[in-house]
Structures are given as C-alpha cells and as structure tokens.
C-alpha cells in the first residue's frame, strides 16, 4: 500500500513571498490532516478534512494560510504571504473515516515538506 | 489540552530499559504512541483503549492508568532502532500530540 506522499520535500523562499504545498493522501482514506512542526516540538494541527468538507480549521491562520481538497482526494495547503516565523515542518496525514485496523483516528503521516523562509 | 510528556530526554546504551510517560488534564478514552525518527514523519506504535485493549507493537509496551488519566510506554532491552523522538496523542479528534521525549540509544 502506497503512504502519503508529499511535495516538496524542501522549500526555501524569501519572505513575503507565495508558498504552496501538496498532499496525496493513502487511497480510500477520507480524513486527511495538515499539521505545523516546529523544531523540537510535537505536530501542530492546522486543518482537518473529512472528504471535502474541512470540519476543523480553527488554528488555521486565514489571513494567510488557505487549504484546499477538491474532489476528496489530493489536497493544497498554501501560504501567502509567508513569514519568517512560517519555517517549520508542514506534515499531512490522512486515516480511514472510521479509524483504521489500530482503532480511531489512527493517522499515517507522509514524510513532510521542509519549509525555510528567509 | 495538549498531553505532558515527561522526561524531555533520555540517553540510553543498547540493552537498557526506559520509561515514557504522557499524562493528561482530562478523561482519556484512548492514547495513541508514535515514534519520529530525525527527519522523517511520525509512525504509528500502538494505541490503548479504555477498558485495557491495546494493540500495537510487538517489541515495546505499554499501560494506560484511566484513573490517574496517564499513560506510559515501556521499551525493554533498547536497541539502536529505537532512537527517536516518541509523542503521545490524547483522543481529542483529532489527536493533540505531546511536545515529545527524544530518546537516543547509543552502543
């Protein structure tokens, strides 16, 4: 079974400056996750999906974070425009609807975009 | 709430024993580990369930106290793989994650 793919892997702009991420989550799973990880911290969320619906996005920034997931599947997390304090780790993941073999909200994670603004 | 992990660090030679523990301001239904290793995602361990169930991986352990609204995660007779930062995640939906305890297995 393929994992959650992710791209870029690393991204370096200047400040001010536009900055989109993409997610592919692990096929037939309808929630699918954005989170924020900054160095020696645990994953922060930032939005939730169930299929095309974000159900939970009330740590997204919205004067400059934007998410989107058409159609329920691939999803694009953008920032615009970014700060120097944006640098950090953007991880998605995604789980079955209703939790998968280990119970709820199991997540699996794809390997994260690195972000760097300076 | 975000769960409170404790230590912070841990350094550990192959064979020895650690304990990790992830503690909780409110009920628990379910704590679910994972395990980071640098620079790459965080992977699923194991998720305890109220009642006692637990399912999850085969080398490493762990005991959920619902009364004392904590859990901890038992590695025994380290090994080098085991190195990584390890992060509870409480059964808010979704998950709120620990700050994480980097633990480094050194030979």
């Known amino acids: 079974e393929a994992g959650v793919v992710q791209s870029p892997r690393y991204k370096i702009i200047e400040k001010k400056q536009p900055v989109a991420f993409w997610c592919n989550p692990i096929s037939g799973h309808n929630t699918l996750y954005w989170y924020r990880q900054n160095l020696g911290q645990g994953p922060e969320l930032l939005i939730r999906y169930e299929n095309e619906e974000a159900v939970d996005d009330s740590q997204l920034p919205k004067d400059r974070f934007s998410a989107e997931r058409l159609k329920g599947v691939d999803s694009t997390l953008k920032i615009q425009p970014a700060e120097l304090g944006d640098s950090a780790v953007y991880l998605c993941?995604?789980?079955?609807?209703?939790?998968?073999?280990?119970?709820?909200?199991?997540?699996?994670f794809g390997p994260g975009t690195r972000l760097l603004v300076l | 709430q975000q769960p409170v992990q404790s230590p912070q660090a841990v350094i550990l030679r192959e064979g020895e024993d650690a304990v990790i523990n992830c503690s909780s301001s409110?009920?628990?239904?379910?704590v679910h580990w994972y395990r980071q290793k640098h620079g790459e995602a965080p992977v699923f361990l194991m998720i305890?369930?109220?009642?006692?169930e637990q399912k999850g991986h085969e080398k490493i352990s762990a005991s959920f106290n619902e009364k004392k609204q904590q859990s901890s995660l038992y590695l025994t007779a380290s090994q080098l793989s085991y190195s990584g930062t390890y992060f509870c995640g409480t059964d808010d939906t979704p998950l709120v994650f620990g700050k994480g305890t980097r633990l480094s297995v050194i030979a």
């Open positions: 993941a995604s789980s079955p609807l209703a939790g998968g073999p280990w119970g709820p909200e199991t997540q699996y």
């Open positions: 409110k009920a628990l239904y379910s």
């Open positions: 305890l369930l109220k009642g006692g």
